[in-house]
């Protein structure tokens, strides 16, 4: 037979255990979080150098005076 958890107040252990569970979960999400925040960056990038092309290829170009 399994032992009844503890009801009431945590003891010292548990709030430790709880801690650190909290500590690797906000770990976990700040690595993700700077993922994609690079990942963004990257894509930002990749369209502002879309457009930049897109802006050359629509500019007439001067033509050489002879």
């Given at each position: 037979m399994?032992?009844?958890?503890?009801?009431?107040?945590?003891?010292?252990?548990?709030?430790?255990?709880?801690a650190q569970k909290l500590a690797r979960d906000a770990e976990r999400h700040a690595i993700l979080s700077a993922s994609l925040a690079s990942q963004a960056d990257r894509l930002m990038i990749a369209g502002l150098r879309q457009l930049d092309l897109k802006q050359a290829e629509s500019k007439p170009r001067p033509r050489a005076v002879a």
């Open positions: 399994s032992k009844a958890k503890h009801v009431g107040p945590p003891e010292g252990r548990e709030l430790i255990s709880l």
